[in-house]
């Protein structure tokens, strides 16, 4: 657990698997029981919860794993009451991280534990365009390869990538309700606050900022799979009609060497001195006529 005692209240930074910060907790506020599972988590969906002591903030902020390579959701509980406000996280989140430090350092940057509610919200917001930037940078690499005529090796990439898009935006949109929600409870938790509307906007405007940014990557790294998609069948096409090119001209050989191995009497082709070319003129007429058959019906 981690504390910083500002001016007029107290930020409290726990881990809600240690003992010891949840029964600190539990002498600040009385949790009910939906808290109880909501801190026990992880919880999946994003929620405001309002009670009559304090008030219950579920965020979900997307982690990159390195190792998965995706995109995973990392839970973030804040509580809201008088003087205190709360976070808990399992995960090291950097930006919270790096929050908390710049406050231990200027005990006074916050007055109020709204103010740094929505100084949280809007450092989350912010801290959401590095790992977009990666997602841009990895779809410019994949459209660099795909017009090099590597479209086989990227189709698992642009997978991963179309992955990547949909977690955060299953992420981002509930940010808006969620954030829009919960404001709206602070005049019955703090009367006395003087509610700072541009700081409010500058946060939706944000997150549509950052909607907007998913909204041109999401339709980019479809372009790009459905023009891999159609370069990748048009070469197997290609591929198909060259094969059938080929079993046909070996169709005409097979054919005349079955029909001479075969009962048919056909022994004087056979025991002819012209044989070899008999048989090869054959088969070149069978080749020119299928090659006009192909042409009239737009085979080749």
Request: proline share 5%; net charge negative.
């Amino acid at each position: 657990m981690r504390q910083i005692t500002f001016q007029n209240f107290v930020w409290l930074d726990i881990h809600p698997d240690r003992d010891e910060d949840m029964a600190k907790l539990r002498e600040i506020v009385p949790l009910r029981d939906s808290t109880e599972e909501m801190l026990e988590g992880p919880f999946h969906l994003q929620r405001v919860e309002a009670f009559p002591s304090y008030m219950s903030i579920v965020l979900h902020y997307p982690l990159h794993d390195k190792i998965a390579r995706k995109n995973i959701p990392i839970e973030i509980d804040i509580i809201l009451t008088q003087g205190y406000l709360i976070t808990a996280h399992r995960e090291d989140i950097h930006f919270l991280r790096d929050l908390f430090s710049s406050s231990e350092s200027h005990p006074s940057a916050f007055e109020h534990p709204v103010d740094l509610y929505l100084h949280i919200l809007e450092t989350m917001l912010y801290a959401c365009i590095i790992p977009l930037d990666r997602i841009a940078s990895r779809i410019e690499a994949i459209e660099e390869e795909v017009f090099k005529g590597r479209e086989f090796e990227m189709t698992k990439e642009i997978s991963i990538v179309k992955r990547d898009v949909l977690d955060f935006r299953k992420i981002i949109r509930l940010h808006k309700p969620t954030i829009s929600t919960s404001v709206q409870y602070l005049d019955y938790y703090f009367p006395d606050y003087t509610f700072n509307k541009r700081q409010f906007n500058r946060i939706l405007s944000r997150n549509i900022y950052i909607w907007e940014i998913l909204k041109n990557l999401k339709e980019t790294i479809e372009a790009f799979g459905e023009s891999a998609n159609a370069s990748i069948n048009r070469k197997l096409n290609e591929n198909i009609h060259t094969l059938t090119i080929l079993s046909v001209s070996f169709a005409p050989p097979a054919l005349i060497i079955a029909l001479l191995g075969s009962r048919l009497p056909l022994g004087f082709i056979l025991e002819s001195p012209y044989s070899p070319i008999y048989v090869l003129l054959l088969i070149i007429t069978i080749w020119i006529g299928l090659y006009f058959f192909f042409k009239k019906n737009d085979f080749l």
